[in-house]
């Protein structure tokens, strides 16, 4: 009963494979069919034993290792993203006292240069962790780390200068 059973799973198996492959392949086909008159006994027997030998390798050798793979790379993903996610909601709420993306400033590169950011956090007292956001795009950006001398706090609500990033400083702030 399992050797039946397993011809019969590792026939579907390559069946499907077989298939997607076919699908991937079809246009090489057509022109090959094309070009033949007629379909020779042979090929009938030949691609239903490609299609159960595919099956029953992909089923012994592909099948077994890689749920096995998946399910423990999924429980890894699982407790990595729990981490993540308890993480992230510490750092937004009451619970970190940096209060991050609540102040704008100004970084000074040269006398020059200057980019505006949001403050993230504050390493030492005289560090800063700023997060400076690209145009259109906020959600992309740079994050340096830089000293107090170079910054300038402004009054600045940090919404108003999300709107100046994502108009590339049309809107005025």
Request: with cysteine.
């Amino acid at each position: 009963m399992k050797i039946l059973k397993f011809i019969i799973r590792s026939f579907f198996i390559g069946l499907v494979l077989c298939g997607v492959i076919y699908i991937i392949l079809y246009p090489a086909v057509v022109i090959y069919n094309a070009f033949r008159e007629q379909i020779n006994p042979t090929i009938i027997v030949g691609a239903t034993v490609t299609v159960f030998l595919v099956g029953a390798l992909t089923s012994l050798f592909y099948l077994h290792p890689l749920n096995f793979i998946a399910r423990h790379f999924l429980k890894l993903l699982a407790s990595f993203y729990a981490e993540f996610f308890k993480q992230c909601s510490a750092y937004f709420t009451r619970e970190n006292e940096n209060k991050p993306f609540e102040i704008v400033v100004e970084v000074k590169f040269n006398n020059d240069i200057k980019m505006m950011g949001l403050v993230t956090n504050k390493i030492k007292e005289n560090q800063y962790t700023v997060f400076i956001p690209t145009s259109p795009r906020p959600s992309t950006g740079i994050t340096v780390i830089v000293s107090k001398d170079v910054l300038n706090f402004t009054n600045i609500d940090p919404q108003e200068f999300m709107k100046y990033v994502m108009t590339s400083g049309a809107y005025r702030v």
